[in-house]
């Protein structure tokens, strides 16, 4: 049987007003795995004239393990160039629907 599958929207900040924005998109894309596929995303604005970037991703469970997503791949060398931290702004079970 196959992992369940989540959909997780990121809140990925900047550690300034002076990040660039597209290589910190980039940046977060960068990062692949089995079981990882990157969606939508779109800057939003926190103040201070600064953004973060809110990003979807589907990930398969059984594959990929979000904490040590956000820790050991956006959070570290060298994505870390860019991004400040990551949170988790929402994190859903995908539900598959079956018609009899």
Not at 88 to 94: D, L, P, V, W, Y
Request: hydrophobic fraction near 45%; charge should be negative.
């Amino acid at each position: 049987m196959a992992g369940q599958k989540l959909s997780v929207l990121l809140d990925v900040k900047p550690w300034d007003d002076e990040t660039d924005m597209v290589k910190l998109e980039e940046a977060v894309r960068s990062v692949k795995m089995e079981g990882l596929t990157w969606g939508a995303s779109k800057l939003v604005p926190v103040g201070f004239g600064m953004n973060k970037l809110q990003i979807m991703m589907t990930v398969v469970d059984d594959l990929v393990c979000v904490d040590d997503l956000v820790e050991d791949h956006l959070c570290a060398e060298p994505v870390n160039e860019y991004v400040q931290s990551c949170d988790i702004a929402s994190f859903n079970k995908i539900c598959k629907c079956f018609r009899a």
